[in-house]
């Protein structure tokens, strides 16, 4: 198999970049001490950004007492955050910020809850709609654009899901309801500077909730590693993330113990980081229009998707293969035969054993949308840097082996 | 030193090769599936090539001033165009390194660049039949 020729998969590359600024505070009975510590970031007047469902479970009252304890004060509270962020919820949620005289955003819960609270504290800052961000380092900076990006307001997430990372990510993912797609901003000062990794904020997190969120922090750690855009430091947070989800994400679906819950918001924390440098892969990029035009929820596409991605890219070069083999040694692949097919099997066991979908045409993707969806996934930033370059004809093979 | 001379010279060469890739009648459908006006900014020496990709319509690429509304602008040295087009620049690097900004749904113009591979010995060769074998080999 031929290598490409701008992929370089081991030794010293010619340039990377790591950033992981995100001040992380991870440990039992953190939410007490919200406000304590937001306090240490500049926040003194707080604008809450949740969603109706962690409004019902009682976790915003505990949180709301732990930012006033400290002698903080709660300019509003926004629960309305819908399933996919979109242009209009930040939009309100901005307005809100302003119109209350907020001062600093405290983002409690999942992917998209902390995406809303990034996108919305960027137009708070610096105004416009959300789309006019799309894109990646395209955030205001000092001496004409050559110098340092400029502050955004303070940011602290509490995950009520160990799965996105959000909470220490560069990103953030919007949806476009009408253009049915999701696109991305991307730029460091989107980074909370604070992150309160406590398990008490994933004890009523359904079970299919809690497989979907550890399939996508899976999906982070393996893409991260494998990804073209790999580098040496962000090696080392995907392959703990790994060990980390290999020791706990069973448990913390089926048991729920508090212990496993708290190893795994630190391995989704862990799991993101290698994106920040730009590393990911197309089982991303598939998954992506599967949410945007069907509604599938981010964890359960990747669930499903990752593990043909690991048997396409695998067969793409010895070097490639090469990573897999640390991914799979991991994961505690027996090894027997070709890593990919190994490797994936032990995937889809995996998903089978959490009780998720395993075939995209169980959540409601046709195989007439198929041409929609690889026009998509050719125009995920994922694809790039995938390991391997797939051809639009390789991607519509991908969804149907999915489907 | 940078590899074009001036403005012309990035017209010449860059420009001519847009030109060519929206007449190519396998490539041209592909890239105009990208359903967008992409405007290319160019630094040293100062430029600009303006181009629509719209699906079902005639491409049409601006040399210099132009009345096309880009949605896409992507703003690089023509050095670093120069090098993209010789298949010796990483695109995500160059986004993380900013030697290239991109404004607007850049998607559209992400989903191009694996497109773009078979392009890169067509620039050179053309570059070679032009006789400048200098910028060839930069």
Redesign the interface.
């Known amino acids: 198999m031929e290598a490409d020729?701008?992929r370089q998969m081991a030794g010293f590359k010619?340039?990377?970049?790591f950033s992981a600024p995100t001040r992380v505070i991870a440990g039992r009975d953190l939410l007490d001490s919200v406000g304590f510590e937001f306090a240490k970031e500049g926040a003194s007047r707080v604008l809450l950004v949740t969603d109706g469902g962690i409004r019902a479970t009682g976790l915003v009252e505990r949180v709301l007492a732990g930012v006033t304890d400290s002698g903080l004060e709660v300019a509003a509270i926004f629960d309305a955050v819908p399933q996919d962020s979109d242009g209009a919820a930040v939009a309100s949620i901005a307005e809100l910020a302003r119109e209350t005289g907020a001062d600093s955003f405290l983002a409690l819960g999942g992917g998209s809850v902390i995406d809303s609270a990034k996108v919305a504290n960027l137009l708070f800052t610096h105004g416009g709609e959300a789309?006019d961000w799309?894109?990646?380092?395209?955030l205001p900076r000092a001496d004409d654009?050559a110098g340092r990006a400029l502050e955004l307001a303070p940011l602290a997430a509490i995950p009520t899901t160990a799965g996105t990372g959000s909470e220490v990510s560069f990103a953030a993912v919007i949806k476009d309801r009408d253009a049915q797609?999701k696109?991305?901003i991307g730029d460091f000062p989107l980074i909370p500077r604070l992150a309160i990794l406590d398990p008490a904020s994933t004890a009523t997190l359904p079970q299919a909730i809690a497989a979907a969120t550890g399939m996508d922090a899976l999906t982070h750690a393996i893409e991260g590693y494998v990804s073209r855009?790999w580098n040496a430091h962000t090696d080392a947070y995907a392959l703990h993330a790994l060990r980390l989800i290999r020791a706990n994400l069973e448990r913390a679906v089926h048991g729920g113990d508090e212990t496993a819950r708290g190893n795994m918001l630190i391995a989704a924390s862990l799991a993101i980081v290698p994106t920040t440098?730009?590393a990911l892969g197309i089982a991303h990029s598939l998954s992506h229009p599967c949410g945007a035009i069907y509604n599938v929820p981010h964890g359960v596409a990747n669930a499903i998707n990752l593990p043909v991605t690991i048997e396409y890219n695998a067969a793409g070069g010895e070097d490639i293969a090469a990573r897999y083999r640390d991914v799979a040694e991991l994961l505690g692949v027996e090894p027997r035969g070709e890593v990919g097919h190994a490797l994936a099997e032990r995937v889809r066991e995996l998903v089978g054993s959490l009780g998720l979908p395993t075939r995209l045409s169980q959540v409601g993707v046709p195989e007439a949308g198929i041409p929609q969806l690889v026009?998509g996934a050719?125009?995920?930033?994922c694809?790039?840097?995938n390991p391997r370059?797939?051809?639009a004809e390789d991607l519509a093979e991908l969804y149907r082996q999915a489907l | 030193m940078a590899y074009f001379s001036d403005e012309q010279e990035v017209y010449r060469y860059l420009g001519q090769l847009f030109l060519d890739l929206l007449d190519d009648p396998e490539l041209a459908p592909k890239f105009r599936?990208a359903n967008t006006i992409v405007q290319y900014r160019y630094r040293n020496p100062d430029s600009q090539i303006t181009v629509k990709l719209i699906e079902a319509e005639e491409g049409q690429v601006d040399l210099g001033p132009t009345r096309l509304e880009p949605e896409v602008v992507m703003t690089m040295d023509a050095d670093t165009a120069h090098r993209f087009w010789l298949?010796k620049v990483?695109?995500?690097?160059a986004?993380?390194?900013?030697q290239m900004?991109?404004?607007?749904?850049?998607?559209?113009i992400?989903?191009l660049?694996?497109l773009t591979?078979p392009v890169f010995p067509r620039y050179k060769a053309q570059l070679e039949a032009a006789g400048r074998s200098d910028l060839a080999n930069a």
Do not use: C, I
């Not at chain 1, 010619?14 to 970049?17: A, E, N, P, R, V």
């Not at chain 1, 050719?378 to 930033?381: K, S, V």
């Open positions: 020729d701008d010619d340039f990377y970049q789309r799309e894109g990646y380092y395209g654009g797609l696109y991305q855009d440098s730009g026009e050719m125009g995920d930033a694809t790039l840097v370059v797939p051809s | 599936t298949g990483n695109v995500t690097v986004l993380a390194r900013g900004k991109a404004k607007g749904p850049v998607a559209k992400l989903r660049v694996p591979k």
